[in-house]
């Protein structure tokens, strides 16, 4: 129960550390398309570091390999069919999901959002329950990249036309994706301790393919590769860190 407790309340703070990149929302009215790019880069070298040194490899200790296999097959194929069926809509890539039903608005870039975050929030309640290290090193992780994607979130939504207030919700609720991810996902390694490394290889590949399908793609392009691909490494190289030291 303390490593669900510690889950819970880590998936929170990770996810509301995103907010501390929205402040800036209130002083500037856009984001520029450089930094955007580095900002997006930078998560996504944290999520594949996170992914693979504080989700699979940890699932891969005692577990079938075939075990976390399915998990990363399924995380993936989770997302995938979650950017099909929900409508959602990207600050570059527009609209996705089921066409036909009628959702505007702000509820678009919130739904984008939820589909990104709520794998993060799992994979930090869940990263506790294999052991307090673990659940650390993933928490700060993605606690730290949350903090440009606020300001990545925020800051074009207010280039669209959205007012500061509203940009700052709209990041708000993004962030409470995570806590319900952490609750999803620290409710069933509780509840069924054997699906750890399972549920860990879950969360893992649900992140790898939020990386190779959305950010990556609005991260990149443009003229932007080369910078943004170092920032990509300084991501990575920060989460490899974390992992080590902790």
Not at 17 to 46: C, H, K, M
Request: aromatic letters at 12%; glycine letters at 12%.
């Amino acid at each position: 129960m303390s490593s669900f407790l510690y889950g819970i309340a880590g998936s929170t703070a990770a996810g509301f550390l995103t907010l501390l990149g929205a402040i800036p929302v209130f002083f500037f009215s856009s984001l520029s398309r450089n930094l955007y790019s580095l900002f997006l880069a930078f998560s996504a070298g944290v999520m594949v570091a996170a992914s693979f040194f504080s989700l699979i490899l940890p699932a891969l200790e005692g577990a079938s390999p075939w075990l976390v296999f399915l998990g990363i097959g399924l995380g993936a194929l989770f997302v995938h069919l979650a950017d099909n069926y929900i409508p959602h809509e990207h600050f570059l890539r527009g609209r996705e999901g089921k066409a036909h039903l009628r959702v505007k608005g702000v509820t678009l870039l919130f739904l984008a959002m939820t589909i990104h975050n709520f794998p993060e929030g799992m994979a930090v309640a869940v990263a506790f329950q294999k052991n307090f290290a673990t659940g650390l090193s993933v928490g700060l992780g993605i606690g730290l990249q949350n903090i440009p994607e606020g300001m990545a979130v925020a800051l074009p939504a207010r280039g669209l036309g959205y007012s500061a207030s509203t940009a700052f919700l709209l990041t708000f609720l993004s962030a409470v994706a995570e806590p319900l991810g952490g609750i999803v996902g620290g409710s069933l390694a509780l509840l069924f301790p054997p699906l750890v490394p399972f549920l860990m290889s879950f969360a893992a590949g649900a992140m790898l393919f939020v990386v190779s399908d959305e950010i990556i793609p609005e991260s990149h392009g443009g003229g932007r590769e080369r910078k943004a691909s170092f920032s990509f490494i300084l991501g990575l190289l920060l989460m490899m860190a974390l992992d080590i030291l902790l």
